[in-house]
């Protein structure tokens, strides 16, 4: 590796021991979609809270219905009714069956559940008399038994887990309704060059549609952060000044810049702002700025690259683990899987290669032609592949790791 190149790890391994984590909150249920817990979450009840039917049928003793088959039916006598929500326990013998419904809570006489389907005639006409056709598989047979999936106090998710509709779901079903998370990250998002325009702004010649702001603010607000500021400034340096004053003024846990940061004549980021810069053995995303805001207090700072695929690539490798440290987050990385690639491509030496990708039945292939320019072809990725830094070509049929993303 060349000598001036650091390694992602080490890039990575600064910022990390930079970040601090956020105040925790208590909050209701409902307003905790996409929040990191940081306490864990323990059942306030059973889960289920009783014994409960798997099925539509009756409520029976086995021992009565156990020898029970199409040629040597049982006839049983039905004596109660139990609907979902019903807090009877009604009681019945031998001889006897409760005609019971999903999740009703099983008397206490019972130890099986006969499903309407094995009984002649059904539900419809089972007031009264029942004819079993085929036995219960084993005592308990389609019983819910109370407890199962947990008892009151169990820890449900513990600290750090990402809470989504899933989880939100199963805390709710718990008889829990309030959490402690972290408070969301507040971000401010700059990007920089007196080439930028607002999209659908006209364009004169030499000058481009701003496009790593609505990228940044996209990727940090999926991944549970609240963008305070967006702003495009220019590369005489006042513009930049001003806006991290704002950005420091609103209360930002984290600046993002784009472009600025690489070795033409203005790189206004490198001229103005407080960060360290370095050349990480990456590609896309060498060139990289970071500042810990350890001087004052202030915020952590990214200076990224300017190139489309380069912003996207840093944020997942480097931004987004920080996001979700500060929140305290068990898993900071995306989910990695092995695949063959379906086309074969060329990397570049002496650093890793992280390239947009397509996921196929039977593997990837990239996205594009591989400029960390090409905007458009980024918005049709699914994935990155990961190539080692001592790996020069990837061949058809080579397994490469691959980082999935939405």
Not at 110 to 127: C, H, I, R
Request: charged share 20%; with cysteine.
């Amino acid at each position: 590796m060349t000598a001036h190149l650091i390694t992602v790890e080490k890039h990575r391994a600064r910022i990390l021991a930079a970040v601090r984590p956020l105040e925790a909150v208590r909050m209701p249920l409902p307003g905790a979609l996409g929040r990191i817990l940081r306490e864990p979450v323990r059942s306030a009840v059973d889960l289920p809270l009783f014994d409960n039917s798997a099925m539509d049928g009756f409520a029976v003793r086995f021992d009565d219905v156990a020898d029970a088959a199409a040629g040597a039916p049982v006839d049983l006598e039905v004596v109660a009714d139990v609907p979902a929500g019903s807090a009877e326990d009604p009681s019945f013998g031998p001889g006897q069956a409760v005609r019971i419904m999903t999740g009703a809570p099983v008397p206490a006489d019972a130890d099986a559940v006969v499903p309407f389907e094995d009984t002649a005639g059904g539900l419809a006409e089972s007031l009264g008399r029942i004819r079993v056709l085929a036995a219960p598989h084993a005592r308990g047979a389609h019983i819910r038994p109370q407890g199962e999936d947990c008892r009151a106090g169990d820890v449900i998710l513990p600290a750090g887990a990402e809470l989504g509709g899933r989880q939100l779901a199963g805390i709710a079903a718990a008889g829990v309704h309030e959490v402690v998370v972290s408070r969301v990250p507040r971000v401010a998002v700059i990007s920089t060059g007196d080439e930028l325009r607002p999209p659908g702004a006209p364009l004169e010649r030499g000058q481009i549609p701003e496009s790593n702001g609505t990228l940044l603010e996209g990727l940090c607000r999926e991944n549970g952060a609240e963008v305070v500021m967006k702003a495009s400034v220019t590369d005489d340096g006042d513009g930049l000044r001003a806006a991290l004053a704002d950005a420091a003024a609103l209360g930002a846990d984290v600046v993002i810049t784009s472009g600025g940061v690489s070795e033409g004549a203005y790189e206004v980021v490198k001229s103005v702002a407080r960060m360290r810069f370095d050349k990480v053995a990456m590609q896309p995303g060498k060139p990289q700025g970071f500042g810990d805001g350890s001087d004052d207090g202030g915020p952590l700072l990214f200076g990224l690259p300017g190139n489309p695929v380069s912003v996207a690539v840093s944020f997942e490798v480097f931004v987004r683990p920080a996001l979700r440290a500060m929140q305290g987050a068990a898993d900071l990385d995306r989910l990695i899987v092995r695949l063959p690639a379906v086309e074969a491509w060329r990397t570049p030496p002496g650093r890793r290669q992280y390239r947009p990708v397509l996921v196929t039945r039977d593997g990837v292939a990239p996205a594009s032609s591989g400029g960390s320019h090409l905007a458009a072809s980024l918005g049709r990725a699914e994935a990155y592949a990961i190539v080692p830094a001592d790996v020069d070509h990837v061949g058809i049929g080579d397994v490469v790791d691959v980082m999935l993303v939405p």
